[in-house]
């Protein structure tokens, strides 16, 4: 749940610092486990039958055991946001609502940015950081001062998703042609033009099944027509797979041994 946290609403990626100091960023191993003192309460249980939903709680103070482990690098620190302070806060306090006020707050250096990069490389095919879910110091950003204004008129809006793609949609970056001039022919980072997008696993899928003529594009049991189009949650899962591991920032960096 931190890594996710990290990678989904900080586009920060800290689960290098698990187990020690991160190799290449800042992120200290304190810092890691500060942010995870937030889910440490958190308990999960089993489906619920009628939503298909885990059931998921926060209880008053954690239960470790076989059922519940933590990693032998579990480090018992306070509660601390990460590069920020440490909140005042009961122990018997629900801790995911202080993170999430934290997260949301107009002046949190991570979410609108995080936001505004990863909604920009939806409609253009990349971010103004690469990968989505790795901004940092030490990460290029090639627009940073759009980056940053369109991060405060996100934050300022009250975080307004539709604002904010309304401003993406009417510029002039995005009603660009794909079709590239012999100036901006090898451009592939500075949306001279636009970029020709692939389609999502779940656009690939359905057109397959269409066709083909698959009766049911959802998958399961009941669905018919080509074999391998019966499980639609497979197929895009296949996909997806890929993305849960950091793209290289650079030749010298892909050649690094990952992270245990």
């Not at 806060?89 to 995080?114: C, G, I, S």
């Not at 970056?173 to 090898?186: E, F, L």
């Amino acid at each position: 749940m931190t890594d996710a946290c990290g990678k989904l609403f900080m586009g920060t990626q800290i689960q290098c610092a698990q187990c020690h100091n991160h190799p290449f960023t800042t992120i200290k191993q304190n810092e890691y486990w500060g942010m995870a003192q937030f889910f440490m309460k958190v308990e999960v249980g089993n489906i619920k039958a009628k939503t298909g939903e885990p059931g998921v709680s926060e209880v008053a103070s954690p239960k470790r055991g076989k059922n519940n482990p933590l990693p032998e690098s579990a480090k018992s620190v306070a509660p601390k946001f990460l590069a920020g302070d440490s909140p005042k806060m009961a122990k018997a306090d629900p801790a995911r609502p202080v993170l999430a006020q934290w997260l949301t707050a107009a002046e949190n250096p991570y979410f609108a940015k995080a936001m505004v990069n990863r909604t920009w490389a939806q409609f253009f095919g990349r971010g103004f950081v690469n990968p989505i879910d790795d901004m940092s110091p030490e990460n290029a950003c090639s627009h940073p001062a759009l980056l940053d204004a369109l991060a405060k008129e996100f934050a300022a809006s009250g975080f307004d998703l539709h604002h904010m793609i309304r401003g993406v949609c009417n510029s002039q970056s995005y009603q660009r042609s794909t079709k590239a001039t012999a100036a901006n022919k090898n451009d592939h980072d500075l949306f001279s033009h636009m970029s020709v997008k692939v389609m999502t696993p779940e656009q690939l899928f359905d057109s397959l099944a269409k066709v083909t003529g698959a009766t049911n594009s959802g998958g399961g049991r009941n669905a018919k027509g080509v074999g391998q189009l019966n499980n639609r949650e497979q197929f895009v899962n296949f996909f997806l797979a890929g993305r849960t591991s950091p793209t290289p920032r650079s030749t010298r960096r892909a050649s690094r041994r990952p992270c245990g």
